[in-house]
């Protein structure tokens, strides 16, 4: 989960993690619980206990990707 006490958001440049977070929050708050079904795979777990960081990196670009086309 991304959250705004992950080690990766508080490296970010003040305006940068800012305007991250305000993306985060407009999601959280036009996300309907019925679009769980539609995710798509390469951005649910894959269930190991821990993700290599370029992995890591993948699914953040991912995210913040799918963020911007909202």
Known sequence: M???DLDLVQKLLEWL???FMEKCKE???SFVE???SILPQKLL???REK???EELADVISR???SLNNS
């Open 2 to 4: 991304i959250s705004d």
């Open 17 to 19: 993690r800012e305007s």
């Open 51 to 53: 993700e290599s960081d």
């Open 63 to 65: 995210i913040l990707d």
């Open 27 to 29: 999601f959280m708050v």
């Open 45 to 47: 777990h894959n269930g």
């Open 34 to 36: 019925s679009n769980i």
